[in-house]
């Protein structure tokens, strides 16, 4: 069994991932500033003698590296960040702290003492308005925010300290991540959590656009076990892969799901699309399946129901 440093163990993927670490027997070592992460997403795992959580702003200079110098984790996953487009375009110079700076802290820590692997959140935003469905790898990179293009840079940073120190790196493109513990009440939520959050509180939601726009949701269990393969697997080599389904679903289908469970909230509105919204997305999941043996296992309509069911 391995020893994992989480960053960002307290939000919605890092505490999925931190779980399905410990459920696999693994000690884990969770990092948060909590700045968005919550200490209550973190129940289970405070309950674990192989967890400890040490509060700690992964982007300000040293905090990490001397959590990694006691801790001499087997691997780091590397999830905390500024999560939001929009609040990356609000500030940027907070996004470049918090993405591309807290970034550079962790592959220094790992170079310093001796961490092998090095597991990264990036992003399909790094691929930003690409219209050649389905977006595979070797797509044309072209972030149109500072948060994908902060993704983008981290990703180099890290693969070149992999490449320079011996250290493997995986980088995973997250596509539309949805299920439990992602925060609602957030202006930058997914729109899977806003849908949850006004059908629980028998509302009308409202689809910008004629509803028949796609994206690859794929479920935070499976890419809290993607980060666990990425983090544990024996023998694989540094690399990007999408994680997706490489499924496209509308968002009519998404309403169709919760409207069948909640027959009595009133039918959905639907306002003019937003300008700059993306109307297709869509993952190629070859390259995760060929580097990690990693393919999504839960269907949209199941994890819509899951969360149905927490509600």
């Known amino acids: 069994m391995a020893h994992i440093l989480v960053t960002g163990a307290a939000g919605f993927i890092g505490s999925h991932t931190a779980d399905q670490l410990l459920a696999a027997g693994h000690d884990v070592t969770g990092v948060d500033n909590f700045r968005t992460g919550r200490r209550a997403n973190l129940a289970a795992a405070l309950a674990s003698p192989r967890f400890a959580l040490v509060e700690r702003d992964v982007a300000a200079a040293g905090q990490l590296n001397d959590i990694v110098a006691r801790v001499r984790p087997d691997a780091i996953i590397h999830l905390a960040a500024l999560v939001s487009v929009q609040e990356s375009i609000a500030n940027p110079e907070l996004n470049y702290a918090l993405n591309v700076q807290a970034t550079h802290h962790v592959a220094e820590a ?86 949850d959050r006004r059908y629980r509180e028998g509302k009308a939601v409202t689809i910008f656009g004629d509803g028949r726009q796609t994206r690859d949701f794929i479920s935070v269990h499976d890419v809290a076990r993607a980060n666990v393969i990425a983090a544990t697997k024996p023998g694989i080599d540094s690399g990007a892969a999408n994680i997706c389904t490489g499924r496209a679903t509308t968002l009519n289908d998404v309403v169709g799901v919760f409207s069948r469970s909640y027959p009595a909230v009133p039918a959905c509105t639907h306002a003019a699309a937003r300008t700059g919204d993306i109307v297709h997305s869509l993952g190629a999941s070859d390259a995760a399946a060929a580097a990690l043996g990693f393919r999504a296992e839960v269907d949209v309509e199941t994890g819509l129901q899951e969360l149905i069911r927490l509600g």
């Open 110 to 195: 790992a170079r310093l003492h001796g961490v092998r692997r090095i597991v990264f959140a990036s992003s399909a935003a790094i691929y930003g308005d690409a219209t050649d469905l389905p977006i595979r790898e070797t797509t044309a990179t072209h972030p149109i925010s500072p948060y994908g293009a902060a993704k983008l840079a981290s990703e180099a940073l890290l693969l070149g300290h992999g490449a320079a120190f011996g250290i493997t790196v995986r980088c995973q493109r997250y596509f539309n991540v949805f299920g439990p513990r992602q925060d609602p009440a957030s202006p930058y939520s997914g729109v899977i959590s806003i849908f």
